[in-house]
């Protein structure tokens, strides 16, 4: 195909030294005189943009283990679009970096836990973008996009509203709400003998809970069912790269229609739970908690926020969680099921802490008596972690080690997962075992570093404690009130990845009322 002796692109280094490459034209452009003067010039710019596409790949990925050529535009675009825990565990281990590229954006993928976290603690070099259709579906302006001191600042007036005290109004909803669910399943199981996938009811329980406890009763009951139907447009859209213009039809156009609901539901909430507040109500929800401490006279952040930009806080709690709570619940239920001796375990506690008595409603105190429980979701999140990586953007040229510095723009991506199946840390990193954290001296207690389900450093988690809260009081009131069978497939431990992981076979349950 490429004759030694036919004309050749050259292209500089960006110093102007000697060309980084000197690439032979095909022949057949080189030597095909009766070519029209157009196609053929059409076809160097053709060539060489290819050929430049390729340098500067190679350019950027110097060293790094990834393919060593990238497809012409489109790059491992076909991958991103079905990505496979597999696929990242091969990427994971052939390098502590490695690199790929997707429609020119080029991505570094840390595997080890030192890079991860220096990415994710590094904010003068790399900030989060999420994934690539994250600003156009939060919006720009979002407070989860602010980085340096105003992020910090803006994220401080949030701390509130989630201490020990809100949390205990929130535990009240979410008690009622898991009992009024589980009425349902019940019910729903009764007339179906065959075991149902529970990937759509507990995406259903998480919303129904988010919504209530950020909103309570200041939107109507229809708001919920349209976010609810509409929220799926969101979580589809969440490729690592996207196509990238959000035409009208496409999975960012959608997931923005449907963000546009969410907002318009949410600020209403906002202004219904000001004017509740000025009445002199008792705060019943997450937005009733922020408007009264922005009321409080010893309240020292500041104190205006319109409707709109509460709005945007709430979508940005509802995007973190909608996805990544139903994955910790769903796992939580499987991991149970598959498990009877720890279910027995679970039983056992709610016993004690519960005094037999399962129709009082569960309280923040009665779930400090729950140690059991709560090493069970910290071990279930462990071994199938909902976020397996977080994509941050480097804002400048990042030398992230010695020998490699991230080029100005790429995406790198601090990779969760392979921290939390480290095997030095976590014996039998596959699996659950929720003793290794009832043993302060156990590794997993004393290299707390490595538990990265929530991230790390100023963009981690806010919602932690929330978090573990809710998936352990669901599990509480589902152990003692249902029993559950879990019908395995040869998908069952196979990962489906959207957004968050999810069982490939949608978690098969039959459930049953326990008697
Ligand atoms: C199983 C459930 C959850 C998991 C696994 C999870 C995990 C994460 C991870 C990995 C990050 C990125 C951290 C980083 O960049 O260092 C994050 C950020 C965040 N999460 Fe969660 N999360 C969960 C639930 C929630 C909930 C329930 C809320 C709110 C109610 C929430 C709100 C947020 C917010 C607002 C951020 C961005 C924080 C910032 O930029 O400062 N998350 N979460």
Same mark, same amino acid.
């Given at each position: 195909?490429?004759?030694?002796?036919?004309?050749?692109?050259?292209?500089?280094?960006?110093?102007?030294?000697?060309?980084?490459?000197?690439?032979?034209?095909?022949?057949?452009?080189?030597?095909?005189?009766?070519?029209?003067?157009?196609?053929?010039? +059409? /076809?160097?710019?053709?060539?060489?943009?290819?050929? *430049?596409?390729?340098?500067?790949?190679?350019?950027?990925?110097?060293?790094?283990?990834?393919?060593?050529?990238?497809?012409?535009?489109?790059?491992?675009?076909?991958?991103?679009?079905?990505?496979? /825990?597999?696929?990242?565990?091969?990427?994971?281990?052939?390098?502590?970096?490695?690199?790929?590229?997707?429609?020119?954006?080029?991505?570094?993928?840390?595997? +080890?836990?030192?890079?991860?976290?220096?990415?994710?603690?590094?904010?003068?070099?790399?900030?989060?973008?999420?994934?690539?259709?994250?600003?156009?579906?939060?919006?720009?302006?979002?407070?989860?996009?602010?980085?340096?001191?105003?992020?910090?600042?803006?994220?401080?007036?949030?701390?509130?509203?989630?201490?020990?005290?809100?949390?205990?109004?929130?535990?009240? @909803?979410?008690?009622?709400?898991?009992?009024?669910?589980?009425?349902?399943?019940?019910?729903?199981?009764?007339?179906?003998?065959?075991?149902?996938?529970?990937?759509?009811?507990?995406?259903?329980?998480?919303?129904? +809970?988010?919504?209530?406890?950020?909103?309570?009763?200041?939107?109507?009951?229809?708001?919920?069912?349209?976010?609810?139907?509409?929220?799926?447009? @969101?979580?589809?859209?969440?490729?690592?790269?996207?196509?990238? *213009?959000?035409?009208?039809?496409?999975?960012?156009?959608?997931?923005?229609?449907?963000?546009?609901?969410?907002?318009?539901?949410?600020?209403?909430?906002?202004?219904?739970?000001?004017?509740? &507040?000025?009445?002199?109500?008792?705060?019943?929800?997450?937005? $009733?908690?922020?408007?009264?401490? /922005?009321?409080?006279?010893?309240?020292?952040?500041?104190?205006?926020?319109? $409707?709109?930009?509460?709005?945007?806080?709430?979508?940005?709690? *509802?995007?973190?969680?909608?996805?990544? &709570?139903?994955?910790?619940? @769903?796992?939580?239920?499987?991991?149970?099921?598959?498990?009877?001796?720890?279910?027995?375990?679970?039983?056992?506690?709610?016993?004690?802490?519960?005094?037999?008595?399962?129709?009082?409603?569960?309280?923040?105190?009665? &779930?400090?008596?729950?140690?059991?429980?709560?090493?069970?979701?910290?071990?279930?999140?462990?071994?199938?972690?909902?976020?397996?990586?977080?994509?941050?953007?480097? *804002?400048?040229?990042?030398?992230?080690?010695?020998?490699?510095?991230?080029?100005?723009?790429?995406?790198?991506?601090?990779?969760?997962?392979?921290?939390?199946?480290?095997?030095?840390?976590?014996?039998?990193?596959?699996?659950?075992?929720?003793?290794?954290? !009832?043993?302060?001296?156990?590794?997993?207690?004393?290299?707390?570093?490595?538990?990265?389900?929530?991230?790390?450093?100023?963009?981690?988690?806010?919602?932690?404690?929330?978090?573990?809260?809710?998936?352990? !009081?669901? !599990?509480?009131?589902?152990?003692?009130?249902?029993?559950?069978?879990?019908?395995?497939?040869?998908?069952?431990?196979?990962?489906?990845?959207?957004?968050?992981?999810?069982?490939?076979?949608?978690?098969?349950?039959?459930?049953?009322?326990?008697?």
């Amino acid at each position: 195909m490429f004759n030694q002796s036919s004309p050749s692109v050259q292209l500089s280094s960006p110093t102007g030294a000697a060309p980084l490459v000197n690439f032979p034209l095909p022949s057949f452009l080189a030597s095909t005189p009766a070519l029209p003067s157009w196609l053929s010039t +059409t /076809l160097v710019i053709v060539a060489s943009l290819l050929v *430049l596409e390729q340098t500067v790949y190679k350019y950027r990925k110097r060293h790094l283990p990834g393919p060593q050529w990238t497809i012409p535009i489109i790059g491992k675009f076909a991958d991103s679009l079905n990505p496979t /825990l597999e696929n990242y565990k091969t990427q994971w281990a052939s390098g502590a970096l490695s690199a790929l590229s997707v429609f020119h954006i080029f991505i570094v993928i840390a595997s +080890t836990n030192e890079y991860a976290r220096k990415i994710m603690n590094s904010p003068t070099y790399a900030e989060p973008c999420l994934v690539h259709s994250a600003k156009q579906v939060l919006l720009h302006e979002n407070w989860v996009f602010l980085s340096g001191k105003p992020h910090v600042d803006y994220r401080r007036g949030l701390n509130g509203l989630f201490t020990r005290k809100a949390l205990g109004i929130y535990v009240a @909803i979410q008690d009622a709400i898991s009992r009024q669910h589980f009425v349902k399943w019940l019910a729903a199981a009764a007339k179906n003998p065959k075991p149902e996938v529970i990937m759509w009811t507990c995406r259903d329980l998480n919303m129904e +809970t988010s919504l209530r406890v950020f909103c309570g009763d200041h939107i109507p009951d229809h708001a919920f069912k349209e976010i609810s139907d509409k929220y799926w447009a @969101i979580t589809a859209a969440l490729e690592l790269v996207n196509f990238p *213009l959000a035409l009208p039809g496409t999975k960012v156009w959608k997931a923005i229609q449907a963000r546009k609901v969410a907002l318009k539901w949410l600020a209403l909430a906002a202004y219904n739970s000001k004017a509740a &507040m000025a009445a002199g109500h008792e705060p019943k929800c997450m937005l $009733d908690e922020w408007v009264t401490e /922005l009321a409080d006279p010893n309240y020292k952040g500041r104190r205006e926020f319109s $409707d709109h930009e509460m709005s945007m806080v709430l979508f940005s709690f *509802l995007f973190a969680s909608q996805d990544a &709570m139903s994955s910790g619940l @769903i796992y939580g239920f499987q991991h149970l099921a598959d498990t009877p001796e720890i279910l027995a375990k679970v039983r056992e506690e709610q016993e004690r802490a519960r005094g037999g008595n399962y129709d009082k409603p569960i309280t923040l105190e009665m &779930m400090d008596e729950m140690p059991y429980l709560k090493a069970f979701v910290k071990e279930s999140l462990r071994v199938k972690p909902p976020v397996t990586m977080v994509p941050y953007t480097a *804002l400048k040229a990042f030398p992230i080690s010695e020998d490699y510095t991230v080029p100005a723009g790429a995406m790198v991506i601090p990779s969760l997962y392979p921290s939390l199946h480290d095997e030095n840390v976590y014996p039998e990193p596959d699996k659950l075992i929720p003793e290794r954290w !009832l043993d302060e001296k156990s590794p997993a207690n004393q290299n707390p570093k490595n538990y990265m389900v929530f991230g790390s450093g100023p963009h981690k988690c806010i919602g932690i404690e929330y978090t573990t809260m809710n998936i352990a !009081l669901v !599990l509480a009131n589902a152990a003692v009130l249902m029993n559950w069978e879990h019908h395995r497939t040869p998908d069952s431990e196979e990962v489906q990845m959207i957004a968050t992981i999810f069982p490939k076979d949608g978690c098969l349950m039959k459930f049953s009322p326990r008697v």
